[in-house]
């Protein structure tokens, strides 16, 4: 009785720690950086627009891809991409983590 009681208390916090997780951002994953570069590849980018994208990208990536660091991310990308470019990098992106 005394191993069940421990096992359910167990399960209760390994649900609750679950529970309380944040799902991962797209970039976080291999698929979901192949699909950011696939994104790049329908904006029509000057090679300079690529090259900033890349590196904000890089940044964002090696700070954890956190929700912080994709604000930051996306803040960048709007100073260097047109307003018809960063719509289409926003809706493909919002595409994307519905289906991550």
């Known amino acids: 009785m005394k191993t069940l009681l421990t096992l359910a208390i167990a399960f209760a916090f ?3 720690g679950f529970a309380g997780q944040k799902k991962a951002p797209c ?3 291999d698929a979901g950086k192949t699909e950011c570069s696939q994104i790049y590849a329908k904006l029509n980018l000057t090679p300079e627009q690529h090259s900033k994208l890349d590196a904000f990208q890089a940044r964002c990536e090696k700070d954890g891809c956190s929700e912080e660091s994709m604000k930051k991310f996306f803040k960048n990308a709007k100073s ?3 307003a018809e470019q960063f719509a289409q990098l ?4 919002g595409k994307m983590e519905k289906r991550g």
């Open 14 to 16: 390994a649900a609750t």
């Open 80 to 82: 260097v991409l047109t």
């Open 90 to 93: 926003k809706s493909e992106c």
């Open 27 to 29: 970039c976080a994953s």
